[in-house]
DNA sequence: CCGAATCCCATGTGATACTG
DNA sequence: CAGTATCACATGGGATTCGG
């Protein structure tokens, strides 16, 4: 897996300006961008990143930090995954009771841009979809895609 | 939904470098990233992104074009998504039999940008989260958060 | 406090068959 | 060709309980 390669080229039959192109030699796995969308796709990832781009946080820190009352079980697989990727660093003190904290690596960090990236782009076009949604649902009375 | 707002600052207590540090006046919905990522975030709305990327493409060219092999009910579903979302514009032609087009709207082009970033990210990193899953395998033989 | 174990349900996804 | 309908199954994720 994730052998992929990619390339940008100036669009060909694109329509409009400087739209990148994106060419694989590998289609089986479209150039690796599932790799980080595995990642950061689940319902969770975001949000631990998000909260520790500010800081070394404690296991309940961080549950209390995320929005929408993440569970201990998803927040254990969560930081394990991370940890798991290299993203989050995991420390623990022998103490009692235990004391575990959890803070982003340096890769972890660069990731941030890229999430700042993804916010950028949803504020900006946040507007544009609603009202796609609406127009959409207008059109579309019963069937369920939503 | 997504009334979220976000600002970007120096980090305080971040560690390194110039590592934005994201912050939100409405943490329910944690600046609206959320938003990009429950429409990526699925197996195959990004496959189709890119594809289309390409130029404009027919139901069946689309399927054949996924790598993975994706069901005619699954690529029904993402298309009607992404439709809905204004990403992808959908055009019937009355002929016999069928035919219907699929292409990227403006907004939808937009996006490729972002899975350009997400891509280079991913090769960049690749190696790196590769053997930081080495690393923790070896240390943690049986227990599954993979 | 941190987290593992278990139970249970909602959702996502695939396979197959059928229709305009 | 481009879907829709139905079933069957895997996975994700919440609630609860127990342990170090």
Known sequence: MSAGHMAVTSPAAAPAAAVPVIVCDTPQDECGVRDVLDRLGDKWSVYVVVELASG??????????????????????TVRRLERDGLVKRTVYPTVPPQVEYELTEMGHSLTHLVKALADWSIAHRRAIAASHEAWDAAHPDPEAR
């Open 56 to 77: 070394i946080r404690r296991f309940k820190e961080l549950q209390r930090a995320i929005p929408g009352g993440i569970s201990q079980r998803m927040l254990t697989l």
